[in-house]
Each structure stands twice: as C-alpha cells, then as structure tokens.
C-alpha cells in the first residue's frame, strides 16, 4: 500500500515540474448581497479554532480618500473594522472584527496596490500597503533596487507581512525582518471628535517618531495602513548553493553558520537525520545568472495528485501506518534535494535546476509563489493548500528560540527522536524542522533577542475531534519550544497555545505598545476578542477549554477530556519536558493505572 502511493505520489510530483498553469486563489471575503452580509475567512478556509466569522459588510477603498471616509463612517456608528488582504494568509483570526458577530466592517487593501514615489538619491519607495510583494519586488526591480529581505511566500502584502513581524532569514546588517527598513509610514485611524466633518484621520509617522515602533507591527490593531515608505537598495544578485549532511552535533555549529552565511536557513528532517544547509550570499549585480527561486510546493499544483497525496497521509493516519508516512516523506524530500530545492538556473534555454550555485537578481531569489499568477484552468491545478479542493491541511507552529539555547532545545527534540524514530516524520511532508535567523528588534512586538525561528508544519485532521499519530511528541516539543525554551510566537502563524503568556515574554515592550494602542484608537474599534487575548487585555483568553481541545491546539490538556479518550489518548506528563502536558495514546490497562495528577494545569507552564 505505501509503496504504490509513494509511487504515485512521485510521478506526480514529475508531472509538477513541468506544468505552468494554475488557478489563482479565490476571494476570502464573500458575500450574499454585493458589498454585505459576508463571510470572511483566511487562504486556508479555516481558522485555528474552525469558527465562521460574519459580518455586515466589505469596502474596497481604491485611494487613502476613499479610506478615510470607510474608517470615519465607520467610527461615527462605532462599528468595529479590521483590514483584509488579498490573499490573507495569517492562520489565526486577525482579519475578523470585535464586536458582536456578523456586524463588523472589513476593509480590503486589494485595491490600494500601487507605488506612489521613487527617491532615487535616498533608494527609498513608497507603496501603497495592499501591494503584494511580488508587484513590490518588481516595481522596485525596474527601477534598479531591490529589498534588502522579505518573507519566502509572494502572496503577502505590504501591509500584512508588516502587521505580523513578517521575515526572511539573516543577521547581518538590522537583519531579515521587513519593518526594520521602515522609514515611514502612514496610518487612518478613528477620530472620535470630528474634524472637516471625518471621524478618522491620516497619522503620518517619520523614522524618527517613537509611535513608528509600534505601527511598524502592529497585529492591525491601531488603524489601517495606508502607505509605507521602505529603505531599498541597489539591485544585487545571490549565489545558492544547497548542502545535504548528517544531523550528528549540527546544532553545536548552528550560531557560527548564522553569523557567516549572509541569507543562510536550515531545513532539518530528524526521522531522516539530515541536514540541509541553504549556502546563500551576495554577489556583484554584474556577476552572471539569472536564476528563480520557484518552490515545487509554492507552485501550481496537479490538484488530483495533491489530493491524492493527501489521501495517503489520512489513510496511514486513520490506519496507524507511521512507517508509510515516513516512506512517502523521503520520496518528497529525495525528490526535493534532486531538483535544487525548487530553484531554476534558467542557463541556456533551460528553465529548470541544472546545477549550483544558482545565481540571480534578489528581486527573483528571496521568495516564490508562481501559483498566484497562473492563468486560470478550473482547478486542474492550484496553490497546494487552496479550500476549494482537498488538498494541504496542516497546523503550523513557528516560534522563535534565543541562539543561547537553541542547541539544547535541538538535543531535547533528538531525544524525542530517538525514543520515537517515526513520529516527525509527518512534519518532513512540509519541510521539516525549518530554521531561519532574526536579530533583536526596535519594534515593541518584535524580537527581544537574536533567535532562531523554527517553522514546523504538520498534519491537521479535518476531524478536530480526530488525534494525529504521536500526538504527545508535536505537543511536547511545541510547548518545550514556548515555555522551557521561552519562545515567542511568530504572529501570523500558530495554534492558539503559541499565544499563551505573551505579556510576561515582552513586558515593558508590550506595555508601549498597549499606550500607543489607546492613544490611536482608545474606543478598540480596530480590537476583537483574539487580539485582546493575545495581548492580554479585558481579560480575554487565547485558551478554549473543551472537549477535545488539546488536539486543535486550542488549550493544553488539564484533563484527559481535553484529549480523546475514547480513542486511547490521554492526558500526560512530557517524557523529555516533564512539565508539559500532552494526549498520549496509551492502552486502556495503562490508562487505568496512571490517574492525571491535579497539581498540573496548564496555566502552570
């Protein structure tokens, strides 16, 4: 059975590399009747904790006119607004307004997509904040400069990628995060008293202006982005080489490989014990190449056979078969290593990886995402995770770890690993452990440390009731990674138990940020209940207790309700992290013998 599905799952993948067409993603604001009665969801179709948001109405403001005029009606009815992307890929449930359900306002920046000036002496740009970063690259690519860094996924805007403390990999120069080459930016906020009969205004913050450290990540919660002005620079090309090794003492060289590889990252795949470095740096524009950056699961993809791969992941789920899940991952990751890990040479006519180092211009190496633009074909093929087909289905857990301790975090996972050899091989399916570098940041909600991010992708079952295979060892190493190694969440991405204890993480930095919050919109019109939770205020709660509600991530286990006894998961101690509390399966005679102790809660972490 694993065999044939793995060899199926490869021809499609060799089918992959040849297409180029794709269905776009379709819209995440729907509606009943023109502009209201709408629904609003993410680009997965589904929000963390699998609630419908509802509300009244959409605008799509095509100026900042138009935009202040959406904020002050809506601020003169003290209807609660937040903004929308295009494509909206944060995971938890920043584009859903407070308020009560189904009587909000969103307000999409799809239309506010433009650059409005270029200052060739300073190589600064100003965009309007709902361009995508691919027009971004490009608008700045024709004029000869290029961004410094930016997240690995197209489909981002400006102003999501900076609301969520979007980033790529680096610690050279301010480092790899977006907001840190923010020179200015303007904001519409609410107004309570009128001013020219608007009840909002256009706050226009400098480089200068201390409430720019907190409008530069912001969780969407002072107002709408407008515009933002960007320090660029001139266009320079990298040079891409990909290395394979063993993951024996890897992490030992973790820190030296940071501060010494200008783009660097790091995909690790424990089941396999590998190891891939990306050997990345600046070359001379003059230098010769003109290679992409197009990853094979950012591409379009033949939906039949990322559906049928999906089948195979649920069935060996449903069965217990961790041993075909981990056959079906190496045939993906051998596949992966063989092609470039997605890049193209585009040497001599040819368009695909024909050998490294890959080189080209930065404005086509930092990030990728062709099955935005593909031309439409009815959903033959699309983005992988696109809710429009069966297709990806997963849960991301992407925290950030000090560099001072992010080696005996990889040693307490590797014992994991060890005493459970197939249990990550799930998370191999979507690159695996994958690590990239951040500095210390100005922004309140930035990074308080050097650290290294860990994304860590995985299976999600359609059932929220239905436990994965080693359930217990994810979640273990989720909550080692937020609470014995003191990781902070990256904000566009998590389950809700990435979000617990963030006011004691940041202290002081979160206590500007609320200040600024208040001073800019004091009524929290732009505030919902998440955000709220996140932050730690009205005494709003980022946990949901329920039945079952440690399997979604929407709480850590207290009771083996919290799990899914029925089916032989339980509520128990770490194994590695002692402290955590996590849904093992274990056999009903086991189960019998060890009571949950009641000294631990999960407010105990």
Request: charged content about 20%.
């Amino acid at each position: 059975m694993a065999a044939a599905h793995v060899a199926l799952f490869a021809s499609g993948l060799a089918v992959l590399l040849l297409l180029v067409r794709g269905s776009p993603p379709g819209p995440v604001v729907q509606c009943q009747s023109g502009n209201t009665n709408c629904i609003v969801t993410n680009g997965y179709g589904a929000f963390p904790d699998l609630s419908t948001c509802r509300v009244a109405a959409v605008a799509y403001p095509s100026s900042e006119q138009e935009l202040l005029f959406a904020v002050s009606d809506a601020t003169a009815k003290q209807q609660h607004m937040k903004a929308v992307t295009m494509y909206s890929h944060s995971i938890p449930k920043l584009s859903c307004p407070g308020g009560p359900s189904g009587q909000g306002l969103v307000i999409s920046t799809q239309r506010l997509n433009r650059s409005v000036s270029v200052d060739m002496a300073t190589s600064r740009m100003t965009f309007e904040a709902g361009i995508t970063l691919r027009a971004l690259l490009d608008a700045a690519a024709a004029r000869g400069l290029a961004l410094p860094h930016s997240p690995y996924w197209l489909g981002v805007t400006l102003g999501g990628l900076l609301s969520t403390g979007s980033h790529g990999s680096s610690l050279f120069g301010k480092g790899s995060t977006v907001h840190e080459y923010v020179v200015g930016m303007r904001l519409v906020v609410p107004n309570l008293v009128p001013v020219n009969g608007y009840y909002a205004k256009i706050v226009n913050l400098g480089e200068d202006d201390p409430d720019l450290l907190a409008a530069k990540v912001s969780l969407g919660v002072l107002g709408v982005i407008s515009q933002v002005t960007l320090q660029l620079e001139p266009m320079f090309k990298r040079s891409i080489t990909y290395r394979v090794v063993g993951d024996v003492g890897f992490e030992q060289t973790i820190s030296s490989y940071a501060v010494t590889t200008y783009y660097g990252d790091i995909s690790w795949y424990p089941s396999l014990g590998r190891v891939v470095y990306r050997d990345d740096v600046k070359v001379p524009i003059t230098t010769k190449g003109e290679g992409v950056n197009d990853h094979l699961v950012l591409r379009a993809q033949p939906t039949l056979d990322v559906a049928s791969t999906r089948a195979s992941e649920e069935l060996f789920e449903l069965t217990g078969n961790a041993g075909g899940i981990c056959v079906l991952s190496r045939s993906q990751v051998d596949t992966q290593i063989a092609n470039g890990m997605a890049l193209k040479n585009n040497d001599g006519g040819l368009s695909d990886f024909t050998g490294y180092p890959v080189i080209g211009n930065q404005s086509n190496m930092q990030s990728s995402g062709s099955c935005l633009w593909s031309a439409e074909d009815n959903l033959l093929t699309a983005c992988g995770w696109d809710p429009r087909f069966p297709g990806f289905f997963f849960h991301q857990t992407a925290v950030s770890i000090p560099f001072t301790t992010v080696a005996d975090f990889i040693a307490d996972v590797k014992k994991l690993r060890d005493a459970h050899p197939d249990a990550l091989c799930g998370s191999e399916l979507f690159m695996g452990f994958f690590m990239r570098f951040l500095r210390n940041s100005t922004a309140y909600l930035g990074k308080t440390d050097d650290v290294v991010e860990f994304d860590i992708t995985y299976y999600r079952s359609m059932d929220p009731k239905l436990p994965r295979l080693y359930e217990d060892v994810l979640e273990e190493i989720e909550q080692m990674a937020l609470f014995k190694y003191h990781g902070l969440p990256h904000w566009g991405k998590n389950r809700n138990v990435g979000f617990l204890n963030i006011k004691n993480k940041l202290g002081a930095k979160l206590d500007k940020f609320v200040s600024a919050m208040q001073k800019y919109d004091s009524n929290g019109l732009f505030s919902s209940d998440w955000t709220d939770a996140v932050l730690g205020l009205r005494g709003k709660e980022v946990v949901v207790q329920g039945n079952g509600c440690a399997l979604e991530g929407l709480c850590i286990c207290s009771t083996d309700d919290h799990c899914a006894p029925k089916q032989g998961y339980y509520c128990r101690s770490g194994q590695v992290y002692e402290q955590a509390r996590v849904c093992r399966k274990i056999k009903p005679v086991e189960a019998d013998g060890l009571p949950l102790s009641s000294s631990y809660r999960s407010h105990s972490l």
